[in-house]
């Protein structure tokens, strides 16, 4: 399994996460680990654990802990997990960060890190239902959205959840428009 290179959304949310990290803080599907060590460079993250299923992404990323000052060495962590899989179901988090998987794929043969189901937005919903339960009380999540990922359906999942979002970057490219979203509970 590949390991997903920082792109342009990859940018866009570095530099959201830069801005808006704040305390406890998991990388959902880190793949190089971008957004846990922007995270870290915002001085109101205590910490930030990295989650990946893909164990070389995983590896990759501890190498880079291992490259750190030992001053932040002990900030950040890396793990292989599938989302949750490997975290404790009581553990909440400040800050919960996530460059999804968000391009439509119908074949479902595709690269994992890419592709987020038939329509772009499954595994969204999947992450949203499994991030609620370790939201800590006045956190939040930074999660980007294409418009290739059917944005109005994930709008309309977010309103049946009752989490308030906004949009707080964007960027247009030729063949889509990305969005960070703010996302809290009322």
């Known amino acids: 399994m ?3 290179e920082p792109r342009e959304d990859s940018d866009l949310l570095a530099t959201a ?3 808006h990290a704040r305390g406890v803080c998991v990388d959902i599907g880190t793949g190089t680990g971008i957004q846990a060590f922007a995270a870290l460079e915002n001085p109101n993250v205590t910490s930030v654990i990295a989650l990946d299923i893909n164990l070389a992404a995983v590896d990759r990323v501890k ?5 750190l000052d030992t001053s932040q060495q002990h900030r950040i962590s890396a793990l292989e997990s599938d989302m949750y899989e490997h975290i404790s179901p009581d553990e909440l988090f400040d800050t919960i ?3 999804p998987p968000y391009l439509p794929d119908e074949e479902h043969d595709h690269d994992v890190a890419l592709y987020g189901g038939p329509g772009g937005y499954e595994w969204i919903i999947r992450f949203l ?3 609620l339960p370790h939201l800590a009380p006045g956190g939040q999540m930074l999660l980007l ?3 290739l990922s059917n944005k109005e359906r ?3 999942e977010l309103k049946t959840r009752h989490l308030l979002f906004e ?3 964007e960027l247009a490219m030729f063949f889509e428009r990305l969005f960070i979203y703010r996302i809290r509970r009322p």
């Not at 190498?63 to 490259?67: D, F, K, L, T, Y």
């Open 154 to 156: 994930i709008d309309a």
């Open 63 to 67: 190498e880079r802990i291992a490259q």
């Open 145 to 147: 959205i294409s418009s």
């Open 97 to 99: 960060i996530s460059n």
């Open 17 to 19: 996460v830069r801005a």
């Open 167 to 169: 949009e707080i970057a």
């Open 2 to 4: 590949d390991i997903y």
């Open 129 to 131: 239902d499994a991030s």
